[in-house]
T-cell receptor
Framework: AQSVAQPEDQVNVAEGNPLTVKCTYS??????LFWYVQYPNRGLQFLLK??????LVKGSYGFEAEFNKSQTSFHLKKPSALVSDSALYFC?????????????FGTGTQLKVEL | GAGVSQSPSNKVTEKGKDVELRCDPI?????LYWYRQSLGQGLEFLIY????????KSGLPSDRFSAERTGGSVSTLTIQRTQQEDSAVYLC?????????????FGSGTRLTVV
């Protein structure tokens, strides 16, 4: 079975400060890993993904994530947060082999960026 | 179309009534997924269609839930004899292939409220 844990329901950060949203995963074998963002009353938007290659992945809106195989983590980061980054963030995983051809999502982390 | 389209965007129904939710995926996307997002919960997988293959129904919570995909395109999720616990946002997503290599493109969702 595959699973994702997002240990923080909410993360608060001041605008201009760096932000980190944590994600750990569990799969058999190698993973595909994704981050999505959801703004109020909207569907989920793709931010970035890790498939293979460099452990540091860069995505939309200045976000990046680091794949750490030994810690089974895929934390989302941004060097300087903006108020407009405030949204609900979801991490997702599927095993490259097996996994039932579907993504498993975490419970989401609400990011609040304040002035 | 340019994106995944879901209708209606909001639906209020009385307990015990049947509802139909519609999803129109991106043209050419062979994979279509339904997820449910309840308050405070992550995304719960419901059902997955891939081309002409038999759908993966493993996430449907009860036999009151069913879905079909006609002509490999539009999908309808039907909930019979709705219950209050069915209240949630129902999200549809599509993908170009079965591997999720490209991730998903999500619709804006249908917010279902059972009163």
């Amino acid at each position: 079975a595959q699973s994702v844990a997002q240990p923080e329901d909410q993360v608060n950060v001041a605008e201009g400060n760096p932000l980190t949203v944590k994600c750990t995963y569990s799969v058999s074998g190698n993973p595909y890993l994704f981050w999505y963002v959801q703004y109020p009353n909207r569907g989920l938007q793709f931010l970035l993904k890790y498939i293979t290659g460099d452990n540091l992945v860069k995505g939309s809106y200045g976000f990046e994530a680091e794949f750490n195989k030994s810690q089974t983590s895929f934390h989302l980061k941004k060097p300087s947060a903006l108020v407009s980054d405030s949204a609900l963030y979801f991490c997702a995983v599927r095993a490259i082999t097996g996994g039932g051809n579907k993504l498993t999502f975490g419970t989401g982390t609400q990011l609040k960026v304040e002035l | 179309g340019a994106g995944v389209s879901q209708s209606p965007s909001n639906k209020v129904t009385e307990k015990g009534k049947d509802v139909e939710l519609r999803c129109d995926p991106i043209s050419g996307h062979t994979a279509l997924y339904w997820y449910r997002q309840s308050l405070g919960q992550g995304l719960e997988f419901l059902i997955y269609f891939q081309g002409n293959s038999a759908p993966d129904k493993s996430g449907l919570p009860s036999d009151r839930f069913s879905a079909e995909r006609t002509g490999g395109s539009v999908s309808t999720l039907t909930i019979q004899r709705t219950q209050q616990e069915d209240s949630a946002v129902y999200l549809c997503a599509s993908s170009p292939d079965r591997t999720a290599f490209y991730g998903y493109t999500f619709g804006s969702g249908t917010r279902l409220t059972v009163v």
